[in-house]
């Protein structure tokens, strides 16, 4: 009867904090559904990887190598960088770009809002971090789960796991993080611009080739990001052909859902107590925040000093949607317009630099793996 119960004494105290992690992960997917679909799979699967001699984990047991399932995954899935390709495939069919090509000046404020990436990097490099995980740690302020994937497994970083609960931790935080940012560099009358509808009509052929055209010009810029953004513009082909309505169907809802369900599961197992809790974490955890906070900064000052030189001015609240938290960081600042003026509708601006910031954060995760890759 012993014997049964002999893995209790070998349990550490490191591994219950991990579980009590796992447990708050889960608790903030279910109680407060932030992400669920992505933090309850890491929570569960934190909890799993924790326990002692876990067979869901590589083991090595009396000079024998028992392979874990987790492992087997993080493999097939992970390593080779298929899941978060994938799982673009579906982002990019879920993705309307008509906001954006209705006024396509709105990709300046994508790619202001990508400041906070090159800017965490250096400072990560100050800190001590080596250049591979500094760009790995850097990329958090992509707001994109997958790309900050992508590009920690592509430098081969040994703070993966914590770089991606931190991702997606912080993306489920953007209602939290945002408007007190935003409200302390922005006057009052600034929030309450308001901006007219640009009465654009996109035509389909534009819609289908907007995608083609992104590839192409982004595999000139940054080489590397053909992957990511090749994945990412094919899912909204689909999406804008008009031929393929089943497949975009499909590409949206079950794949999707079935590759985000096995990604968070399986980014459990860089999980482990040994690996996890140290000094690094914690530091990975401040410098994500600081990455999500001057990537809004950065999208709502070039939003101001356009302001000083033009006449139609712009609301610099939408600047802030230039992070790729879709369609969360649009959706914040609808609702902080609303707030200040019943009558700002900002939804529609918001979304196109939202969605130009999905494509200026893969370029950026592509520029970082040409430029120290």
């Known amino acids: 009867m012993l014997e049964l119960f002999s893995n ?3 349990l550490q105290w490191q591994q219950v904090v991990m579980w009590i992690i796992g447990a708050l992960l889960i608790y903030l997917a279910i109680a407060k559904e932030m992400e669920p679909s992505l933090l309850l799979p890491i929570g569960f699967g934190t909890i799993l990887v924790n326990l002692p001699w876990s067979g869901a984990v590589t083991q090595v047991i009396d000079g024998v190598t028992e392979v874990g399932v987790l492992n087997v995954l993080f493999d097939a899935g992970i390593s080779n960088e298929l899941f978060p390709l994938l799982l673009f495939v579906g982002i990019g069919a879920m993705i309307d770009f008509t906001p954006l090509l209705s006024n396509p000046k709105l990709m300046i404020f994508g790619a202001a809002a990508q400041f906070g990436i090159f800017f965490t990097l250096c400072v990560a490099r100050l800190l001590g971090f080596e ?4 760009a790995s740690i850097a990329i958090i302020g992509a707001a994109d789960g997958p790309t900050s994937i992508f590009v920690a497994n592509f430098f081969n970083s040994q703070y993966i796991g914590a770089i991606v609960v931190v991702a997606y931790s912080y993306m489920a935080l953007v209602p939290i993080i945002q408007p007190p940012v935003i409200r302390l560099i922005t006057t009052k009358e600034e929030r309450r ?33 053909v992957a990511l953004i090749g994945f990412l513009m094919f899912g909204n082909l689909i999406r804008e ?37 140290n000094l690094q974490t914690l530091m ?8 999500f906070v001057f990537d809004t900064v950065g999208g709502v000052m070039v939003a101001k000093l356009l302001n000083l030189f033009s006449k139609e001015k712009i609301n ?32 529609m601006h918001a979304a ?19 430029l120290f890759g």
């Open 8 to 10: 209790v004494f070998e």
């Open 131 to 134: 250049i591979a995980d500094a």
């Open 193 to 225: 611009i308001r901006m007219r509808y640009a009465d654009h009509s996109v035509s389909k052929m534009t819609k289908i080739l907007f995608p083609i055209c992104i590839t192409a010009i982004a595999g000139l810029v940054a080489p590397r990001s």
């Open 241 to 277: 052909c008009g031929v393929l309505d089943s497949l975009s169907d499909t590409a949206q809802k079950a794949l999707a859902n079935l590759i985000t369900l096995f990604l968070g599961i399986t980014v459990a197992a860089q999980m482990q107590a040994e690996s996890f809790l």
């Open 284 to 291: 990975i955890l401040l410098l994500g925040l600081f990455a």
């Open 316 to 347: 610099p609240m939408i600047g802030a949607a230039g992070i790729s938290a879709f369609p969360m960081s649009s959706r914040v600042v609808h609702k902080m317009g609303l707030e200040e003026d019943p009558q700002n509708f900002l939804l």
């Open 352 to 370: 196109g630099v939202n969605v130009s910031g999905q494509i200026a954060s893969v370029i950026a995760g592509g520029l970082i793996l040409t």
